[in-house]
């Protein structure tokens, strides 16, 4: 009975010993992992500055999204009877507006009068659902975005879109509306900061000579179909070159790190047209791209080192 007990008693402590080893080496791996990740990243940030390449301090912090649907069904924004003060009429789904009585804004902080004007029922069509996003918006346009998991939409289809002339005035706004929106699947984590802007040094897609003036994550659109829209998180970087003013927008898938190509640019205004690349057939590119680009970079510094995608097709604002 005693060497039953003795014996079970050295089973338990064996086990306990091997899952406590087994913990211990995966824990070290995961260790080995992190900083391999964080020192290949401390080198390529070093690269960028060696090719006079500027930006602020990156996060490396991780955070979680989803695959969301939403629909662009008009249909939202048909109920123009409860608009007062303005002609408002459709075009090719989206609100395009004109007020009986211009609003006076000040061009440096145009929220302080819009952000009132759109929360009222009568003046825009579920106003409450936007929020003023600084970033977007520029001299002669002022942007205000809806929120899919409390980050904004980085396409026409759920932004409202106010045009300001030189004097500080607006005559009307144009409104996209994305209605129903839901996650499609629970979250997952998502790349951080740091990495989506080291991916797309890798892409060759940063310039030399060039300043990163910011880089959020919001959603963008990755596809149409007949039952709706899906958007994915997506890690949006704004490049402006040191010899031009114009600022070019680059978008990184966040759950993959692969590229969603977009033609972007804002000179004094907000220009934009999606070209977003096919997902199903680049989920390669990130681990290619790590593999050979620091030798391509090495190479020439103007060579592509890997397509985000091998086909693409065009996406409406």
Sequence with gaps: MNFKRIELMFIVVFAV????????????????????????????????????ITFEPLSNSKSKGYYASANNNSNDLRNMKQLVGQSSHL????????????????????????????????????????????????????????????????????????????????????????????????????????RAVTWLYQYNEIPNDSRIEWANLGYTRLLSSDNGLVYVPTWVVAIKSKSSQNIQLKRINAFTGVMLKRVTQQSGETTTSDTLGNEDTSSSTANKSESTTQSNKTASGQSSASSASSSSNTAEE
């Design 17 to 52: 010993l091997d899952a406590f080893l087994f913990a211990s080496f995966w824990q070290n791996q995961a260790g080995i992992h992190t900083t391999t990740n964080s020192n290949r990243n401390a080198t390529i940030l070093k690269e960028m500055r060696n090719d006079q």
């Design 91 to 194: 075009v090719d789904g989206k609100l395009v507006s004109t007020l009986d009585t211009p609003l006076q804004v000040d061009r440096s902080h145009p929220s302080k009068v819009l952000n009132n004007f759109v929360k009222i029922s009568s003046n825009i069509i579920h106003g409450t659902e936007y929020e003023y996003n600084g970033s977007l918006s520029t001299d002669d346009q002022v942007v205000y975005t809806q929120m899919i998991d409390d980050r904004p939409v980085y396409s026409h289809q759920g932004q409202l879109i106010f045009d300001v002339n030189g004097q500080g005035v607006v005559n009307g706004y144009t409104q996209g509306y994305l209605a129903n929106i839901e996650p499609l699947r629970e979250s997952d984590e998502l790349i951080s900061q740091t």
